[in-house]
């Protein structure tokens, strides 16, 4: 079984910075893709960013510039530095992942989420 934890959510003040971290755990032969999503109250749950086994980057127009995604392959685990945070990024943010853990094609997994609410 493969989990992903993610951790670093809060309470931010607009402009702030938060950095969220997503681990995965388990038993699992490789990581390809590793990304964000989120979810704001009422709304539906959308992508924001993904990063690719060998590095590789896209973004949502909304986060572009502001939300670095990166990893650490070593660690398995993701990571989004958010910076110049808006009211409108409160959201539960949910990390994901492609894993291989037997088979031929990658499982997509989600982790629990964590809360990150920007207000003054």
């Known amino acids: 079984q493969v989990q992903l934890v993610e951790s670093g959510g809060g309470l931010v003040q607009p402009g702030g910075s938060l950095r969220l971290s997503c681990v995965a755990s388990?038993?699992?032969?490789?990581?390809?893709?590793m990304g964000w999503y989120r979810q704001a109250p009422g709304k539906q749950r959308e992508w924001v960013a993904v990063?690719?086994?060998?590095?590789?980057?896209n973004y949502a127009d909304s986060v572009k510039g502001r939300f670095p995604i990166s990893r650490d392959n070593a660690k398995n685990t993701v990571y989004l530095q958010m910076n110049s945070l808006k009211p409108e990024d409160t959201a539960v943010y949910y990390c994901?992942?492609?894993?291989?853990?037997?088979?031929?094609?990658?499982?997509?997994?989600w982790g629990q989420g964590t809360q990150v609410t920007v207000s003054s």
């Open positions: 994901n992942a492609d894993v291989m853990a037997g088979g031929t094609s990658p499982y997509n997994y």
């Open positions: 388990g038993s699992f032969f490789s990581i390809d893709a």
């Open positions: 990063i690719t086994s060998g590095g590789s980057t």
